[in-house]
Nanobody, 123 residues
Framework: QVYLVESGGGSVQAGGSLRLSCAAS????????MAWFRQAPGKEREGVAR???????IYADSVKGRFAVSKDNNNNTLYLQMNSLKPEDTAIYYC?????????????????WGQGTQVTVSA
């Protein structure tokens, strides 16, 4: 079992920044493939960013150039730095873990999920 706990959400104005953290159970960040997802009211959950074990990353087109995913294996923590936030970034943000290297950013391929943290961006 993998335990994931997100933190760092909040309310900001458009153009602002937030840094999300995801504390994972021991060795999870170095053992599993980790990613960030988000879900806005009335919308399906969508992939935001993923980091592979070699440090390479992939991002949703909507956040490229504004968000950056990183991880600290020693502290078993996944991060999401969000800059130049827009009102359309408002959502609950989740971190997730998978065994599958080929899962890309497909929510159905991720096995373990945190409880989520709310991000609200006002115009």
């Amino acid at each position: 079992q993998v335990y994931l706990v997100e933190s760092g959400g909040g309310s900001v104005q458009a153009g602002g920044s937030l840094r999300l953290s995801c504390a994972a159970s021991e060795h999870s960040v170095s053992t599993y493939y980790m990613a960030w997802f988000r879900q806005a009211p009335g919308k399906e959950r969508e992939g935001v960013a993923r980091i592979y074990d070699d440090g390479s990353t992939i991002y949703a087109d909507s956040v490229k150039g504004r968000f950056a995913v990183s991880k600290d294996n020693n502290n078993n923590t996944l991060y999401l730095q969000m800059n130049s936030l827009k009102p359309e970034d408002t959502a609950i943000y989740y971190c997730a873990a998978t065994y599958s290297e080929g899962a890309a950013l497909r929510p159905s391929r991720f096995t373990f999920w945190g409880q989520g943290t709310q991000v609200t961006v006002s115009a």
